[in-house]
Each structure stands twice: as C-alpha cells, then as structure tokens.
C-alpha cells in the first residue's frame, strides 16, 4: 500500500540564507497518526506549513517532494492545490480561537466548506453539520449552530475545528499542537475524539507537538527533530524504548513527571545539542 | 517552631465580572476565591494546581496584594498586611517579589537588561544610588545563570529561556524571602523548562527563598513544590505533601486531574479510560459518603444496594421514620422526610460528611389535571418532588462543597420532557424538578459539584402498577446512573423507554406529545 502522504528530502530555507528544513523525509500511511516532534526551531511546524502550502514569506521550498497520493503538491498549480486543501487536506489549528472567524456564526463556518467545496445545498449543509456537531461529541448541537466563537469554551471550539477537518472526509490531517491551549482534563478528551475520528474514517493524521506525553498516547510512528534535521524515526514503541537515541532519551529525562521525584529530572545535556547543531553546520556549508 | 512567613486565612475574592452585565450600571461581582486558607513556612514551596478559571492565578495576585482580598487574612511575617495601604506595602514589597507567566511583556523593550533588574531595587528603596542597584544587578544575573554580561543587552536579543532568567533575575534583586511565580515554564521547550526548574531549586536553598508556584502542570509541580494545593472553583479540594497527593489523591476531581495529564509512557487504554462529555465531572462512588432519600422501597432501596457493591464508603439510608437499617454496617439509617425542614436541618448536621446527594424521594397520585377528584394530588406533589428535591439541595451543597465537592443526583422522569396527561400533576411536578436541576447544576458548576439529572421511563415498582410496559427494572435504572455518573452524563436516560421517548422528542415532538395524549 502506497502512503498518503510521502516527503522526501523537503528542504525549506529563508530567503535571506539558511535553511529551516534540511532534507527531510517521512511518510504517513492512511489510518495513521504520525507524530512530528521536536522544540522550538526544530522545523516541525515548518513542515506542516510547508505541506499546507502556507510557508510564511521570509521562507521558500527549496527541494524536495511532498507527495500527496498521486500528486506533487510543490508542484500542483495553486487552483488545483486550493481545492486539495479542505476537501483532501484538512488542518486542526493550535489555538481554536483563532481557527474561527469571531465574526460569523458556527452554522456559517461550518456549512461554508460543505456548500462551496462539496457543492451541498443549503438544507443538506446544515443537517450534515448538525450530524458532525453529533460525531465530535457536542450537546445540543442546534444551539451550538448558532452561536458565536467567543460564546463557547476552548474544548467545545476545538471540538467544531475538528468537526469542520472532518466534514469532507479528507485523507489527510495536519493537526498542529490541537491541544497546547487547552485545560488538560479537555486535552484528554480532545485526544480521545481526534483518535476516533481519525479510527472510524481512517484518516491518515500529521500530528505536530512538543509534547512527548501526548505523542506516546495517539502517535504510531514518530519522526524526530532538531534544526530542521531528523534525528530519530520509528514506531512508538522504539522511540519511547532504551533503543532510542540519545537526543531523544535526552528530551524524556527532562521532561517533568508527577510520578516521579526531581533528582529524576536531568536538563538535555549542552553537548547533545551542540553535537546536532555542527550536524546542522555542516550541511549548511556542504549545502550553501 | 516560628510561625510561618506566609500565612492566609479566609481569604476571599470578588471581582466585577466584565463578560456580564450591560453597558450602563455595574457589572455583576463574582466569587473568585472562596475561603482560602494556607501556612508557608520559610524555605519551603507551595504548588498550586488547578484548570483554568481555579482561582490559582488570582489567589498569587491576592498574596502580593496585586488584588485587594474582600474578606479575610494575609499574614506576611507575622504582619497583617491584608489592608495596608500602598505605602505602607512598599515596605514588605522587596521582601515578596512576583514572576509572571510572560517575561516578554514585562519587560520594557527599551531598557537595558540591566536597567530592568535594577528597577525595583531603586523603586523599592534597596538601594539609594544607581550604580550601588546596578551592582546588586550583576549580582543577580550571575544568580540567575545569566552572567552580568548581559546587563548591557536589550530584551529583544535574548531566547525565551533567557527573558524568563531575567524575569527571575529581576525578582530576586531585592533579596526578597517569599517568591510567587506564576506559569513561568509554560511556554518553554522541555530542555529550557527543566534548566529553569533547576535554576529555581538552587536559588530557594541558597537564599533560603519561600515560593509560591502557580502552575497548570502536575509534572512540573511536582519538580519544585514540597507541598502542594489543588484549587476547583475559587476553593481547595486537597492539599498535602506533593508526592502523597500525587501517589494517593484523595478528591475525585484531583484524581481526574492526575489520570488526564499523559504520562511519557505507551499506555494502550489510557485514551479510552474514564470517558466523559465535557461540562459535567464523572463522578465514582468508589470511597464517597452517600445520602439516598426514599430507601424504603423501589429504586431507593435498590440504590443502597448497589451503592455498597459500587464501594461506597458509607451510605445514609433515609427514609420517613428513619427505619432503613441494613445488615451492612456501613449503611446508616437516617429518619428523614423531605417535606420538613426541621428534618432537612436535622440531616444536614448528622450527615455532615456527605459528598453525593441521590435526591429520590418522590411521590404520585396518578392524577390527571382536570377531571379528577384528587385534588390535593398536584399540591402534595409538588411539595414532596419539587420543594423536596430543592430543600435538600439547597441544605446539602455546601455541605458537599466543603467536603471538597462531590454530586448530587436528582431523580426525575422522562414525563419531566413531554406530559403523559394521564399522570399531567406528576409530569408538571417532574418538569419542575427537572428545569431546577439545571438551574443548579449551572450555579454549582464551579463549585465542585456535579449535578446529574435522572429521566427514568416507567420502571416496575408499585408506584407505576398501571403503567403499561415496557418497565425497566429499579435494578437496571439504578445500573444505569450510577454508569452514567462515571461516564460524566449530566442528563441520565435509563431504560429502552426512557431513551426511545428521548429520541422520539429530538426526531418528531409533536408526534410524541400525540402518542401520550393517546393514554388519557
């Protein structure tokens, strides 16, 4: 079987010089949440960016392929690209507030995709919508419809985003960070939904996050960064195993556990960073 | 032994709240903290964890009087220092410095690193000359790990890790005693984050500094706090030694806080675990005291039963003369009618330990609306099912509340949605008791009581004798809540005819309202 989603050797650079994403490859087969993971700066979101086609200005493709089942998407001419996106390509944002327009209605926001992108009618749209309001789990979903962003919580805006990603049945998520803005008792529940969804219509799922907790509770496979470059990439189990290498089992023993008492936390040792950075270095020079 | 540096005694809080209220008169006030009481002895650290809209923010900003207490207690080295005026504040401020979550807008951007640590060691009258505050900047810097180098950059040059050096540079300049720092890691990598957790450590047993750390992490509490408070709706639900709290919570809601935070660990059940809709608690009967009124038959006796097998630590079995002993001993029975509220006050003394309220009292007359010579039916009805139901609640939330929170349980009728007109006395009494439910849930929802509503269809007891089928069994009703209490349902629809009518409601109303009206 053919992945969904297939990078090879993506290389995202500013355009004043330098790169962001140097040579990166991963796959993410359908039915598959694939963790994107690393710290700031580590290209994680630019690679997300990059497969959307929304790369800020300051920073271009460079190389590489993003192969999105049959198609390049890099090289796609943008009309065709912007029917991909929404309908084939879904995104779940970071913060919920800003995923929605404060102005319009849920209703609005909801049907827009399903009228324009899926050439639905008015009466058509609004039941469907109704019925995703029904899948993410929202109650009285009629009076959700009609209200405003701001008048509802963090967890119940990001259960309408997942709804909108869901609603043209897309192959493909890019869910960045979908759960850093929220309480954590609402993370749990907003990771619960996003596995469902992501199990029953068998989406293929790019999951963007710092969070090495929250990788190891949805993600299959994971692919690991640091500057741009790809440190580490395998199954859950590997990555969250003693065979991991050292930058990751570095990233585990500093992050803080209630479980466990403080003399178990150890920052990232300065010489593992460095060690990446020269790797980093070196490219640059090899790759000017 | 001392007293403690920081002590805090009922404090209470009110502030306007801004989303409500019109554009003319004042906006309404709301409770921000609800009786808060703490000790922090010098040297140690306090976490305090909670949601967002706990209180724990706010309560960091009463301690350093950033917010004016409504009520209450600040102790600060023995001193009340609740009602001091800014003057005379500003004696204690160098000795209590705060950290805030963003060290990006808290740093004036045209200031030289230095300059801005220097600030409040000048502002607060440490230090007379500026070069002697620049000095003791330095120093700080060093402290923080920063080196004093950096006196002579601008914030706008440094990673997010070094403006929070800074932020902490700065608030231990004046050599304060009492530190609170609020989400000060939360926007930082892991790698950065654990640096400035061991920054902090170092820096409370040097100086030998109190903290107060505020934060959303269990994890990262867990690092820095030797005691720690879990806040829920402007109160505390538990408080102890970190680890004992961590490794042994006692309150419901801190247990789903500790089973929500995802451990670095492949744990295949845990998405699955504990499934809840959001806005209402789960609730586990497992450990809870329990109150059930009516136990003398039906659903009501059936609950004790059930409640024992679901590891209730105790259950008060009430009943009208007080006759529902049990052979278990850890059922207690309680003489109770819920129409007098002599009784009520009465139960709410002895059964001061109560944590979940099942509110299942009820009675019925069969008795249509009109043509009916019951006509006291609609009267006894409302006084037993309705003013019942709300007298024991309005008794038994603060109990519970100050139990730390828990659930009341409510016990209405699917006929509290649509009038079977053949029983039209009772379904208004249920609708009533049914719109009041909500009505609580909605005023207890920051309290740290959940409210779950019971709309059974018929069920097989004597009461519903002429009832037509299909019944469900007191047994499988009473299966039913207590699945949907740990599943987080506010609403409660146990048995095939409670959800088919349920159903028929949202998919054709009217066509309901006909087939009920058919029964007359």
């Known amino acids: ?288 | 032994m001392s007293a403690p540096l920081l002590q805090v005694r009922d404090l209470t809080l009110s502030l306007p709240d801004r989303s409500r209220g019109g554009m003319f008169g004042k906006p309404p006030m709301v409770d921000i903290l609800r009786g808060i009481s703490l000790d922090l002895p010098a040297g140690q650290s306090l976490g305090i964890v909670g949601e967002s809209g706990s209180g724990k923010t706010s309560l960091g900003r009463a301690i350093v009087r950033l917010y004016q207490p409504t009520s209450g207690q600040i102790l600060f080295d023995g001193t009340d220092i609740t009602n001091l005026d800014e003057a005379a504040m500003r004696a204690h401020r160098k000795n209590m410095q705060m950290i805030f979550q963003d060290p990006q807008s808290s740093l004036n951007p045209r200031r030289r690193i230095g300059e801005i640590v220097a600030q409040p060691v000048l502002a607060l009258g440490v230090e007379q000359d500026r070069r002697a505050a620049l000095k003791r900047a330095d120093l700080a810097l060093d402290r923080a790990g920063l080196g004093h180098a950096f006196a002579r950059r601008y914030p706008h040059e440094l990673s997010g890790g070094q403006r929070q050096r800074v932020g902490i540079a700065r608030a231990i300049a004046t050599e304060p005693r009492l530190i609170v720092a609020d989400e000060i890691v939360s926007g930082l990598d892991v790698s950065t984050q654990a640096q400035i957790l061991a920054l902090l450590n170092g820096l409370k047993q040097d100086m030998g500094l109190s903290l107060v750390f505020i934060s959303h992490d269990l994890s990262v509490v867990r690092v820095l706090a030797d005691r720690v408070m879990v806040m829920l709706g402007g109160r505390v639900v538990e408080e102890g030694h970190t680890a004992d709290v961590f490794q042994g919570p006692r309150h419901a809601y801190t247990r789903q806080l500790i089973d929500a935070v995802p451990l670095p660990v492949i744990e295949p059940d845990w998405l699955d675990s504990q499934p809840g809709t959001e806005g209402t608690r789960m609730v586990d009967i497992k450990g809870q005291t329990v109150l059930v009124t009516g136990t003398s038959r039906g659903i009501g006796k059936v609950f004790v039963d059930a409640l024992l097998a679901a590891g209730a630590a105790k259950v008060y079995a009430a009943t009208r003369n007080g006759d529902g002993a049990h052979d278990d001993d850890r059922v207690v029975p309680v003489k109770l009618d819920v129409t007098s509220a002599a009784d009520i006050v009465a139960a709410a003394g002895t059964c001061a330990d109560t944590t979940v309220l099942i509110n299942n009292a009820g009675i019925n007359f069969n008795s249509k609306l009109l043509d009916t010579d019951q006509t006291d039916a609609a009267s006894a009805e409302m006084t037993t099912n309705y003013l019942g139901t709300l007298n024991m609640c309005r008794a038994f939330a603060p109990v519970i509340e100050s139990n730390g929170g828990g659930a009341i349980v409510n016990m209405a009728s699917i006929l509290a949605r649509v009038s079977l007109p053949l029983m039209g006395s009772l379904c208004a009494s249920k609708a009533a008791v049914y719109s009041m439910t909500q009505g609580i849930r909605a005023e207890l929802a920051a309290r740290g009581v959940a409210v779950f509503a019971v709309l059974p269809g018929a069920v097989d007891t004597d009461m519903t004798r002429d009832f037509p089928p299909p019944k469900a069994t007191p047994a499988d009703i009473v299966a039913e809540v207590l699945a949907g209490m740990k599943a987080g349902e506010a609403d409660i629809y146990p048995g095939d005819m409670a959800k088919g009518v349920s159903g028929g409601l949202a998919a054709d109303r009217p066509a309901v309202i006909a087939e009920m009206a058919g029964y007359v």
């Open chain 1, 1 to 288: 079987m053919s992945p969904i989603l297939d990078i090879r050797d993506l290389r995202v650079s500013l355009r004043r010089g330098g790169h962001l994403v140097r040579d990166v490859s991963l796959s993410v087969d359908a039915g598959e949440v694939h963790g994107l993971v690393g710290e700031s700066g580590a290209g994680k979101t630019m690679i997300a960016k990059a497969v959307l086609g929304i790369l800020p200005d300051a920073a271009r493709i460079t190389g590489g392929v993003v192969r999105f089942r049959d198609d390049d998407l890099l090289q796609l001419p943008p009309k065709r690209l912007r029917s991909l996106l929404g309908r084939e390509i879904a995104l779940i944002p970071q913060d919920p507030l800003t995923g929605l327009n404060p102005a319009r209605r849920i209703s609005a926001q909801m049907t827009d995709m399903l009228r324009h992108h899926l050439g639905q009618s008015r009466g058509d749209a609004r039941a469907n919508a109704l019925r995703l309001l029904q899948e993410v789990q929202i109650r009285d979903p009629e009076q959700v419809l009609d209200r405003y962003p701001h008048e509802l919580s963090g967890g119940m805006r990001q259960r309408v985003l997942i709804a909108i990603a869901f609603s043209a049945e897309p192959s493909l998520i890019v869910a960045d960070e979908p759960t850093t803005a929220l309480d954590v008792t609402v993370q749990k529940q907003i990771l619960r939904l996003i596995r469902q969804m992501q199990e029953r219509h068998g989406t293929a799922v790019l999951f963007v996050t710092h969070d090495l907790g929250v990788v190891a509770k949805i993600c299959h496979r994971v692919t690991v960064l640091h500057t741009g470059q790809v440190v580490e990439q395998g199954g859950i189990a590997d990555i969250m195993s003693a065979r991991a290498t050292p930058f990751t089992r570095a990233l585990m023993d500093a992050t803080p556990r209630y479980d466990q008492p403080a003399d178990a936390l150890h920052p990232v040792p300065e010489h593992i960073h460095q060690e990446l950075r020269a790797t980093a270095r070196r490219f640059d020079e090899a790759n000017p």
